[in-house]
Every structure is written in C-alpha cells, then in structure tokens.
C-alpha cells in the first residue's frame, strides 16, 4: 500500500527564514495531496490541497510543490514567523477507493524571533 | 454552522472500563471517519464508513467499534480500554472524494 515518507521531523528557523518541508510518497496513482498545520492541543488545520494536475500552487506565506515524476511534495514557507511554530502534516489519498488519506509522519517547526 | 462536531473534548477513564465517543456531521457528507493520532502524533486510519460499506483498519484491535444511526454520525466505541489506547481520535467526513474532507476538533483519551 502507499507509504509517505515526511523529512525532517524537527526543524528550526529564524524569523524571516524560509522553511522546507518534504514528503515522498510510493504510489505513482495518488492524486490528492494535503497540508495540514497542527498547534498544540488543537485538531488539524488545512493549508492547502493540491490536485495532481497542478504541480506549483501558492498560499498566504507559503507555496506547496509537487513533483509527480519523483513522487516527492514540498511546503516552502517563505518568510515564516513564530505563529509559524506548529506541526505540519502531509498527506496521500490512498488510490484503492476506500478515500482514506496516509498521513506523514510529522514536522515540528519551530520559529525563532 | 457546518462542520464536523466531536463529544467530549477530553475524556480520562481506568484500564477495563468501556468509552464512547459521539461525532456529527452537518456538511451532508456521505462517508465519515475515524482517525487515532498517538502519542507521537502519528496519525493513522482506523474506519472509514458510508451507508453502503464500512472498511477497517485492518491493525485496529478488535475493542475498538464504531457505530452508524444514520450517515450523520459515527461514533466509535472503545470495550474495554488499554493504556496504549491513550490517543486523541479524530472524527472526518468527505462527500465520496478526498477533496472536501473536513476534521473534527479531536477528542483526547487519557487511560490511567
């Protein structure tokens, strides 16, 4: 079944840096692809889903990349600041029908002022 | 309003004992969920369910149920609890296609 691989698990920047987030997936059939941002305590917020037709689609600070030959998507946020600081989660609809969706693992980022 | 409605916000409860957690839905979606996020915030599918079929998890020890009065609710049902079953479970719901699926605010376990 599909499997999504999310690289780094924790990632520090400073206020007005960029940050990259990257997840791999492993079925070449997929073709939802989902953003989350997760605060402490709170459910999952969506950022922003991106349909395998469109491969570059751009949010308020942050822009979302898919690369559909590598099977790899990328949430850059441009210039982050500590509002920033959450978990963020990508995630695959699964391609068997059951429209589950095969979450990373995770990233905890952390904005520093 | 319409969204996705999870009861309660937080429940602790002993080792044994049986828990039910309530979710609604007022977006008119046909298919709902049930997600477990562990403690190291892994987030995994346990059910997904619609009028027609129900689909488990195939890893989702068999304490764990859910339970459907109509294509509004789905509510999961926990027998008899274990400490690994600790979590905050979450409720979504979809319209049959992965594009419109919405959360629900969580419900966080804690089993002492």
């Known amino acids: 079944g599909e499997q999504v691989e999310q690289r780094p698990p924790h990632l520090s920047v400073r206020e007005g840096d960029s940050a990259v987030i990257t997840c791999t997936y492993t079925d070449p059939n997929s073709y939802y692809f989902f953003w989350y941002k997760q605060e402490p305590g709170a459910s999952l917020q969506l950022l922003m889903k991106?349909?395998?037709?469109?491969e570059i689609n751009e949010g308020q600070g942050f822009t979302v990349l898919l690369n559909k030959k590598d099977k790899r998507l990328s949430l850059n946020l441009t210039a982050a600041h500590p509002g920033d600081s959450a978990a963020y989660f990508c995630a695959v609809s699964a391609s068997s029908g059951s429209w589950q969706l095969i979450f990373g693992s995770g990233t905890q980022l952390t904005v520093m002022p | 309003e319409t969204a996705v409605f999870q009861t309660p916000n937080y429940h602790v409860t002993q080792v044994g004992n049986e828990v039910s957690f309530n979710c609604k839905q007022t977006?008119?979606?046909?298919?709902m969920y049930w997600y477990k996020q562990d403690s190291k915030k892994l987030l995994k599918i346990m059910f997904s369910?619609?009028?027609?079929?129900?689909?488990v998890n195939e890893t989702v020890p068999r304490r764990f149920s859910p339970q459907s009065s109509d294509k509004a609710h789905l509510n999961l049902r926990i027998k008899s609890v274990e400490p690994e079953d600790s979590a905050v479970y979450l409720c979504?719901?979809?319209?049959?296609?992965?594009?419109?699926?919405?959360f629900g605010s969580g419900t966080r376990l804690l089993v002492i």
């Open positions: 977006l008119g979606h046909d298919t």
């Open positions: 979504a719901s979809s319209a049959g296609t992965v594009s419109d699926y919405t």
């Open positions: 991106v349909f395998s037709s469109t």
């Open positions: 369910y619609n009028n027609k079929q129900l689909i």
